[in-house]
Every structure is written in C-alpha cells, then in structure tokens.
Nanobody, 127 residues
Framework: VQLQAFGGGVVRAGGSLRLSCAAS????????VAWFRQPPEKNREFVAG????????YYADSVKGRFTFSRDNTKNIMTLQMNSLKPEDTAFYYC?????????????????????WGQGTEVTVSS
C-alpha cells in the first residue's frame, strides 16, 4: 500500500482546509486508516480514523466537532475536513494505514501501530 496526502496550506484562524489521502496497492489488506499530525517540536499524535470495514469513526478530543473524517473505499481515498481551525492545529498531517488484523476488533490510536505512512502535508494556521 502506498499513500499520498495533499491539501495542506496556510489559513487564518477560523478558516477551513480539506486534506485528502489517496491509497494505491493492496488496500484490501488495511485493518484501519487514520490521520495523525505532528506539531512543531512535538510528538506525532492521533487526529481521526476508523477501521477500514467499519463505520465507527474516532476523533481526538482536541478536534471533535471541528474535524470530520470520511473515506471512500471504492476510490481508496480518505479525507479530513477541518473547520474552525486554530493556531494550535498547525502541524504536518499524515495519513496512515494499520495492516495488522486484530481479533479484538479494537481500533488503535498510537502511531506505533501503523505500518504505512504518507509523506505528510503541512497545515499552518495563523492567528
């Protein structure tokens, strides 16, 4: 599986951006997909995601109500609609795929559980 993320840019606080991630290759091997971000000089953190064949979507508390994750399994694209952006949303955003099947059905939010990463797209929110 290969991932390519795009859609980042510079926006003023309160504005919106839409990130997209196109997947190619054996996407039917994906267990879960997610967006992560890495703010300047901070660790990579979970933003939003879902299991590839399920409907439940998970969000970080910091983005709930402002960001919306969606995916189109037929087109192998996942998107992150980001509204009401804040300066603290400034980060490199990465899409990622977890290829490990879990008997538990649990969704994981730690970046160490994800196997394939896109190249990242930069989002800058000015105050």
């Amino acid at each position: 599986v290969q991932l390519q993320a795009f859609g980042g840019g510079v926006v003023r606080a309160g504005g919106s951006l839409r990130l997209s991630c196109a997947a190619s290759g054996r996407t039917d091997s994906a267990y879960a997909v997610a967006w992560f971000r890495q703010p300047p000089e901070k660790n990579r953190e979970f933003v939003a995601g879902t299991k590839w064949t399920a409907s439940d979507t998970y969000y970080a508390d910091s983005v709930k109500g402002r960001f919306t994750f969606s995916r189109d399994n037929t087109k192998n694209i996942m998107t992150l609609q980001m509204n009401s952006l804040k300066p603290e949303d400034t980060a490199f955003y990465y899409c990622a795929v977890d290829l490990t099947y879990r008997d538990s059905g649990r969704f994981y939010k730690s970046p160490i559980e994800y196997d394939i990463w896109g190249q990242g797209t930069e989002v800058t929110v000015s105050s």
